[in-house]
């Protein structure tokens, strides 16, 4: 998150297809949903998701393209999903008899929309003190403080985001700590508990943050207070994790004398040890993410994703043979000085690298229009030679931010058996032009511009015009 002091006061190519392109008659074994973390902590399940798919009959989309993240861009194409799944897609697929057809001519299909860097919920709407949740500024490390407990179901941002496309999201903390919390990986539904939201099975992230937030932030308040401060805060929160987690894993080997004392925060990065918990970690000069890379590999952790990494450009090299993502802004960068040296090719560098690059939000305005920004990338790179296809870019606000999050093996692409979240556009959604006509979460019909019945509101904005 872009902290200011307002805060604190308040892919491989993909070339298209022709319209004969191959066609799945049946979905093959559905794909297996995000491995539950072990019980490590030898506790049980804590605040475990309540989410339910909502009921929706089966449907088919007929006669769009079909863009599908996968490699495939099918002119003419169809799109069949039932009780959750994507069960067949192509150039000849049946609608079964109790199926919704809906006439797709004109019209482009994507999946759905996903942002790994978020906060809504967390700064809910209308952005006063009373809904400033998302930064627990109150020690250099807060690993204990969960996402999920600051989120706000009614946040009237939720709807605005569901009608760019958007399907699910991680809600982060923000970035005045140097560990600031785990995030809340999120199904963007309508919702009473934030519980209902969470996508089951999905794992945890670490909200990490380096460079001058944490600076600015500490700096008058006993430090840290410089960037070898902030590398001695990070080593020596893992030391202890490191004890704790030995302790723990020693306890539930043998059940031999009293169990350990829990401890909130060392229980957070502990799992971060144990590869359960996965790394997002706020960064934006070159040198920085060097030098986390090198603190991954003392305590022997991954960093999933670099956020904002305005500079990942630099060192695109390096992220594709560590396997860490970027998630990056289109042109977002200058306003402090850290976020100098940003260049519009940064995505499409990555790309050529190597490297996987992600478009994210940070914004509760952006995220209503990650398609567009990703398009912005996209051209800024072909401007400067870089051969970027539209499945690449496709896959830079969909399968790529579905690995970010540990997801890619169920949301992200359009393929049988993955869940069906599945958003039709007006236009190329690569156009300024294009909206979202309809969006699917998990094969339930939750948006559509055209029927006000499926325009979700939330109680806070009842009776506005």
Known sequence: MRFSLIVLGLLATGGCASAGARTTAAAPPAASAPAVAQDTTGIGPQYPSTYKRHANPPVLIRNATIMTAAGQEIQGGSILFRDGRIVAVGTNVNAPSDATVVDGTGKWVTPGVIDVHSHLGVYAAPGTFAESDGNEATNPVTAEVWAEHSFWPQDPQIPLAIAGGVTTIQALPGSANLIGGRSAVLKLIPARSVQEMKFPGAHYGLKMACGENPKRTYGNRGGPSTRMGNMAGYRAAFIG???????????????????????????TLAEVLRGNIYVQNHCYRADEMMQMLDLAHEFGFKIRAFHHAVEAY??????????????????????????MDGIHENAALLQQAGARADIHSDDAGGIQRLNQEAAKAMYAGRRAGIPITRDQVLRWFTANAAWVLGLDSIVGTLEPGKMADVVVWSADPLSVYARAVQVYNDGWLVYDRNDPAHQPKTDFSLGQP
């Open 314 to 339: 630099k060192i695109a090299d390096v992220l594709a043979r560590e396997g860490t993502a970027s998630a990056v802004w289109a042109d977002w960068w200058g306003f402090k000085e850290e976020a």
């Open 241 to 267: 994790a490191q004890a704790y987690r030995q302790r723990w894993d020693k306890w539930n080997k043998d059940h031999q004398g009293d169990r350990p004392e829990r401890n909130l925060r060392n229980e």
